[in-house]
């Protein structure tokens, strides 16, 4: 399996949280279907058009944390405005709390791909390598721009242990054996979130999962029960 390899960083990001309400709360790690989203907009597709050409069967994402996060709690001023004159003129607004992801030096990922489509994932793989995106990418809100570095390709093996295996991306809980996660390792800040893995038509949440990842950017020593990939000196499983 061929698996592209690239790394989203910027100063800030948002991925809002599917349940919170009027307090826009956010994840420390974005979910599949921001990612999913970043995807399409870097080959241009149009809002809900994808969800099927880049949904879990066709479209497979990993991810890592390279660095300690933190958040803050800002307020927003949102201006109630049917009009170009209400928005010189305000005449109603309200406050909300909105949380924002930061770190010491902003925030990095480092995204894994591949696609069941070769034609498809060359065509990813050709604009990532030449910055040829259709659409600015964003981390989850479009006022947080991110810059995308293209790390290389390369060639995943499918592999399967009964033993502990080192996992360097999230790890969905499903896959995890009863009792097959290893907390022993000294300073582990093991964090759990649940998020949505697949839209359907009008932006509705199809699937959501359960998954774990260490905070400080280290990876998960499991046992998995399914196969996970080797590539590039490491082990990852797919959202």
């Given amino acids: 399996m061929e698996v592209l390899i690239f ?3 910027g100063r800030f990001a948002h991925f809002r949280k599917f349940f919170t309400n009027s307090s826009s709360l956010t994840y420390c790690v974005p979910p599949r ?3 999913e ?9 149009e809002r809900d058009s994808y969800y099927d050409a880049l949904g879990p069967d066709n479209l497979n994402i990993a991810v890592k944390k390279l ?6 709690m800002q307020t927003l001023n949102y201006l109630k405005a049917t009009g170009v004159g209400e928005l010189i003129a305000q005449k109603e607004h309200t406050q909300i709390p909105f949380e924002i992801v930061t770190g010491e030096k902003g925030v990095k990922y480092r995204v894994y791909i591949s696609h069941s489509d070769s034609v498809i994932l060359a065509d990813i793989r050709e604009r990532l390598e030449n910055n040829k995106y259709f659409y600015p990418p964003y981390m989850g809100s479009a006022p947080f721009n991110c810059n995308v570095e293209y790390i290389d390709s390369f060639t995943a093996n499918e592999r399967e242990s009964h033993d502990y295996v080192y996992i360097s991306t999230l790890v969905k809980q499903d896959y995890i054996e009863e009792r097959g996660l290893d907390i022993t390792a000294a300073e582990l800040s093991i964090m ?5 893995r697949d839209f359907e038509g009008d932006r509705r949440i199809k699937e959501i999962a359960d998954y774990l ?3 400080n950017g280290f990876g998960l020593r499991v046992k998995l029960n399914r196969s996970y ?3 590039n000196n490491e082990n990852i499983v797919f959202l």
């Fill in 33 to 35: 279907t921001v990612l």
């Fill in 192 to 196: 759990k979130e649940k998020m949505p």
């Fill in 229 to 231: 990939f080797s590539l």
């Fill in 67 to 72: 660095c300690r996060t933190r958040k803050i």
């Fill in 37 to 45: 989203g970043m995807i399409a907009a870097i080959l241009g597709k």
């Fill in 7 to 9: 790394d989203i960083c």
């Fill in 213 to 215: 990842y260490e905070e």
